[in-house]
T-cell receptor, first 115, second 111 residues
Framework: ETGVTQSPTHLIKTRGQQVTLRCSSQ?????VSWYQQALGQGPQFIFQ???????GRGNFPPRFSGLQFPNYSSELNVNALELDDSALYLC??????????????FGEGSWLTVV | QKEVEQNSGPLSVPEGAIASLNCTYS??????FFWYRQYSGKSPELIMF????GDKEDGRFTAQLNKASQYVSLLIRDSQPSDSATYLC???????????FGGGTRLMVKP
């Protein structure tokens, strides 16, 4: 139990639709990162938010966007869904941008299937 | 583009044997290295982290780092069927809070 909760756990969307995934960070953690993990691959970094500001972005197009709220919960939004967006989306929280990897906590993820 | 490479496996070992998992990375300036275990359908779980050259032991797990050769490895002693999972190698950025993952090695421990 990491204290990081994600919703929904599973969802199915149609190509072209939009999706919003949610993450509640562990108490006291002000930094949230999102990762995409396609089947059979390792997680890929999408972006990170620190105190409501984007603080780094991986190689993902602008249709992947995010928000972090004052209570440090976070959303990942994906517009114009494509079949290749089907993946496990992982939220990871940490107590600050200077935190080291041993204090990154992953949620259980949201499984997105695009048909 | 920073890269982290792992053999996808599966690596099959008998129960009680030593499992050896390897990982290479491309960014010579990398300073922090992590091993995660991921059971099927679950999220990654941190097993070990290592920052300095040499060995680091924690129970049945030993992480080994060689920065000159740019590789990091994980040894699992006395492997158990419950160790069967995918093992992900990850390299941290300078702040240590953004991770670049390898593709993972699937380990199968046979009773």
């Amino acid at each position: 139990e990491t204290g990081v909760t994600q919703s929904p756990t599973h969802l199915i969307k149609t190509r072209g639709q939009q999706v919003t995934l949610r993450c509640s960070s562990q108490s006291g953690h002000n930094t949230v990162s999102w990762y995409q993990q396609a089947l059979g691959q390792g997680p890929q970094f999408i972006f990170q938010y620190y105190r409501e500001e984007e603080n780094g972005r991986g190689n993902f197009p602008p249709r992947f966007s995010g928000l972090q709220f004052p209570n440090y919960s976070s959303e990942l939004n994906v517009n114009a869904l494509e079949l290749d967006d089907s993946a496990l989306y992982l939220c990871a929280s940490s107590p600050g941008t200077g935190a080291i990897g041993n204090t990154i906590y992953f949620g259980e993820g949201s499984w997105l299937t695009v048909v | 583009q920073k890269e982290v490479e792992q053999n996808s496996g599966p690596l099959s070992v008998p129960e009680g044997a030593i499992a050896s998992l390897n990982c290479t990375y491309s960014d010579r300036g990398s300073q922090s290295f992590f091993w995660y275990r991921q059971y099927s359908g679950k999220s990654p779980e941190l097993i070990m982290f290592i920052y300095s050259n040499g060995d680091k032991e924690d129970g049945r797990f030993t992480a080994q780092l060689n920065k000159a050769s740019q590789y990091v490895s994980l040894l699992i002693r006395d492997s158990q069927p419950s160790d069967s999972a995918t093992y992900l190698c990850a390299v941290g950025n300078n702040a240590g809070n953004m991770l670049t993952f390898g593709g993972g090695t699937r380990l199968m421990v046979k009773p």
